[in-house]
């Protein structure tokens, strides 16, 4: 049983067969992995000691303190600075040879990539054997680097209680000549620099969806809130009546975002339905739909009556929305200007005011200017 952090820790450094991993919950919000709070009968140990809450280093003085403490060493500047040791070890020059050696980093060889030739074993029987203790013991990522990987570029950051010191003093007196200015601070101390950010205030939230808001656009007068989710709704929010004033779905499938075109009458939404809806915000109804992709569509932008939309399908379609000849149900006729490429799904995309400058990004972690 999992019932101590000090033991765990113990066990995997120098127990050979002890293999926990590191879950996300170390560094998350949710501290119900630490807590029996139902109090359920989970035995006792061998020296008799009943199996509760896990106990906790001395220096965590709560379950939700443990993780906290753990996320702020986890993006310290110390782990910053030591980032390509470990590098090193899963990915780099200390994954296999002499090195690994060196640092105690060898596993099973059948771990490897590489480390066994399948197809060469002619007995199904030894294959399968193969095969599962492949699958038992897991497997090492691929080897990505054979020297030593460089150390992280890390700003010398002031401590945060000087910066925070600094702040207040600017948020009452100018910068005299020969004190720090604001562009003298690290990228870390201009976040905490803005002077009226600490004056920011929750005004008021609402629960508006079943399951999670995908979009989110405001009217330019700030009236009206419209959301999209994974509820497959379309939503607007009156924030001068603090009602929801309409609720559409246009398909049995998940919205994925939403934009207002400029003069507030239309909404746009994209859907993984593969679809671009428009939406009416003075009749309440959908008004056209534009099927453009094979995969879902995951995010949309509109400039200067072009239509951009990123999908699943590997594509990001630039549209020319041109308002339609005969006025009807349709509001515009839409023509693909251009298809852009790319090799795996496109998350998002973004669009400079100007219209010059257009960026993708893909599920993979690549960003396409």
């Given at each position: 049983?999992?019932?101590s952090i000090a033991?765990?820790?113990?066990?995997?450094l120098?127990?050979?067969?002890?293999?926990?991993?590191l879950i996300?919950?170390?560094y998350g919000?949710d501290?119900?992995?630490l807590v029996?709070s139902?109090?359920?009968?989970?035995?006792?140990?061998?020296?008799?000691q009943?199996?509760d809450d896990v106990?906790?280093?001395p220096w965590a003085s709560?379950?939700?303190?443990?993780?906290q403490?753990?996320k702020?060493?986890l993006?310290s500047?110390?782990v910053?600075?030591?980032?390509?040791e470990?590098?090193?070890l899963?990915f780099?020059?200390?994954?296999?040879?002499?090195?690994?050696?060196?640092?105690?980093?060898?596993?099973?060889p059948?771990t490897?990539?590489?480390?066994v030739?399948?197809?060469?074993?002619q007995?199904p029987?030894?294959?399968v054997?193969?095969?599962t203790q492949?699958?038992?013991?897991?497997?090492?990522?691929?080897q990505?680097?054979?020297t030593p990987?460089?150390?992280?570029i890390?700003p010398?950051?002031k401590?945060?209680?000087q910066?925070l010191s600094?702040n207040a003093s600017?948020?009452?007196?100018?910068?005299?000549?020969?004190?720090?200015?604001f562009?003298?601070?690290?990228?870390?101390?201009k976040t905490l620099?803005?002077?009226?950010?600490?004056k920011?205030?929750?005004?008021?939230?609402?629960k508006i969806?079943?399951?999670a808001?995908?979009?989110i656009?405001v009217?330019?007068n700030?009236s009206?809130?419209f959301t999209?989710?994974?509820?497959?709704?379309?939503k607007m929010?009156?924030?001068?009546?603090?009602?929801l004033q309409s609720?559409i779905s246009?398909?049995?499938?998940?919205?994925s975002?939403?934009?207002?075109?400029p003069?507030?009458?239309t909404?746009?939404?994209s859907?993984w339905?593969?679809n671009?809806y428009f939406?009416s915000?003075?009749?309440?109804r959908?008004?056209?739909t534009?099927m453009?992709?094979?995969?879902a569509?995951?995010k949309i932008?509109?400039?200067?009556?072009?239509?951009?939309?990123a999908?699943?399908?590997?594509?990001v379609?630039?549209?020319?929305?041109?308002?339609?000849?005969?006025?009807g149900?349709?509001?515009?006729?839409f023509d693909?200007l251009?298809e852009?490429?790319h090799d795996?799904s496109?998350?998002?995309i973004s669009?400079?005011?100007?219209?010059?400058l257009?960026?993708?990004?893909?599920?993979?972690g690549t960003?396409?200017?």
């Open positions: 049983m999992f019932n033991e765990t820790w113990k066990n995997c120098d127990g050979a067969m002890d293999f926990k991993e996300p919950e170390f919000d501290v119900s992995f029996n139902l109090k359920l009968d989970l035995g006792n140990r061998q020296g008799g009943m199996v106990e906790l280093p709560s379950p939700e303190d443990f993780p403490k753990s702020d060493a993006e500047n110390y910053s600075e030591h980032l390509h470990w590098i090193d899963i780099g020059y200390k994954q296999k040879g002499s090195g690994a050696v060196g640092a105690h980093n060898v596993f099973h059948l490897y990539e590489g480390g030739d399948l197809n060469s074993i007995d029987d030894e294959k054997a193969m095969l492949i699958l038992e013991f897991g497997q090492t990522p691929k990505l680097f054979v990987h460089p150390r992280r890390t010398k950051c401590s945060l209680s910066t600094y600017m948020a009452d007196s100018p910068v005299s000549p020969g004190e720090e200015s562009e003298d601070l690290t990228e870390e101390s620099a803005w002077n009226n950010i600490t920011l205030q929750l005004h008021e939230h609402y969806h079943k399951e808001v995908t979009g656009t009217s330019r700030g009206s809130v999209t989710s994974q509820d497959s709704t379309l929010f009156s924030k001068e009546s603090k009602m609720s246009f398909s049995n499938m998940a919205l975002s939403c934009l207002l075109l003069g507030d009458a909404v746009i939404t859907s339905d593969n671009v939406y915000v003075a009749f309440g959908r008004q056209d534009l453009g992709h094979d995969d569509v995951s932008c509109w400039h200067d009556n072009r239509l951009y939309s999908s699943w399908d590997s594509t379609k630039v549209w020319s929305g041109v308002p339609a000849e005969m006025p149900t349709k509001r515009y006729h693909l251009a852009l490429e795996v496109v998350d998002t669009l400079n005011p100007a219209s010059t257009f960026v993708s990004s893909t599920k993979e960003v396409n200017i």
